[in-house]
């Protein structure tokens, strides 16, 4: 599962400095996250996507602001990659009035339309149906827009998902269904719950197109994104890539992680996506060891000052609670 640096770029440099850039910005902003929920300054916990910055951050960068994705409860990576705004996700996961929704949706909620990002869920499975209608929508009115549903391992075994790529399929709507197998659902293993070894193999009960790719390899991803949107944007329909990555921390900021060792979590942290990623960079002549730090520093330097931004931040005004509420008349006032 080691990168592949021997084989010629076949993508820009502006693009792949670009998501290794991104990629950065998605870790720093994770720890930082994890920082905060230890030192009790934001809301609930958070479900950290360390580890698995590659997929979020390589499909993302194909997209523009006219196509759609929706995400899951592990979804900072998806809404930063697609919004470019560390100010607004750390302020909604701190539930202050600057963030995505102000305060009112926290870390499993983020959503930014005015980006293409129709939400995060905290349902697992949620996201697929969601998908399904946005696609159905661009279709309808013959956008040149794909829509992409990132869904985790455990998804994948939810009435939702079989439904979605039915449908999708029947309608031949131009969606691409990623699916992060990160190894477990909560703290089941994949092994444990899932009838095949491969979840992109289902892809072919729905006569879709089905992937299944090392999750780590940017190039990887981008190879296997770019002929599904390609497919999509043709009018013949959805397909499915199967991600194989893995999270570096528990389900939820206070898993105890029993059900894995250190050993194994070790042993996927020598795969780190955007170590592989730089060395990959280096050793293609697409990027200098200079250039590479320079992005670092400019990630931290963004992230730290949108910590700041969003510690200093207004809360939401009480009097203003029911904003937003699609049935707001139904209750009394």
Excluded at 12 to 31: A, G, H
Excluded at 226 to 236: I, T, V
Excluded at 265 to 290: D, N
Aim: hydrophobic share 40%; charged share 25%.
């Amino acid at each position: 599962m080691e990168q592949k640096t021997k084989r010629k770029p076949k993508y820009s440099k502006e693009l792949l400095t670009d998501i290794y850039y991104v990629m950065k910005q998605v870790r720093l902003f994770e720890e930082a996250a994890f920082r905060f929920f230890q030192e009790n300054k934001l809301r609930g916990s958070v479900h950290l996507c360390i580890g698995q910055e590659a997929i979020c951050s390589s499909v993302i960068a194909l997209l523009n602001d006219g196509d759609y994705i929706t995400s899951t409860h592990r979804g900072h990576g998806h809404g930063i990659a697609k919004s470019r705004d560390l100010k607004s996700a750390f302020s909604e996961l701190m539930g202050k009035e600057t963030g995505f929704c102000h305060g009112r949706g926290g870390s499993m909620h983020i959503c930014d339309l005015a980006k293409g990002n129709l939400g995060a869920n905290a349902i697992v499975g949620g996201g697929l149906p969601i998908a399904v209608g946005g696609a159905l929508a661009q279709k309808l009115r013959k956008q040149d827009n794909v829509t992409v549903s990132f869904f985790g391992d455990g998804a994948s075994n939810q009435g939702t998902f079989h439904e979605s790529l039915n449908l999708a399929s029947v309608w031949k709507l131009p969606v691409v269904f990623v699916c992060e197998n990160n190894g477990f659902g909560i703290s089941v293993p994949v092994r444990e719950s899932t009838s095949v070894k491969n979840i992109g193999e289902r892809a072919a009960a729905y006569d879709m197109p089905g992937y299944v790719i090392d999750g780590n390899d940017v190039i990887a991803v981008l190879d296997a994104f770019s002929a599904c949107k390609e497919r999509a944007l043709k009018g013949e329909g959805p397909s499915l890539i199967e991600c194989k990555t893995y999270r570096w921390k528990g389900h939820w900021t206070g898993d105890p992680e029993v059900y894995r060792t250190r050993e194994e979590v070790a042993a996927w942290m020598e795969k780190c996506p955007i170590k592989r990623f730089r060395a990959y960079l280096l050793e293609a002549g697409l990027a200098s060891q200079e250039e590479l730090d320079a992005m670092e520093t400019k990630a931290q330097a963004e992230v730290d000052e949108a910590a700041r931004f969003a510690l200093n931040a207004p809360e939401p005004d009480p009097a203003r609670v029911m904003d937003g509420m699609y049935v707001e008349g139904a209750y009394p006032r």
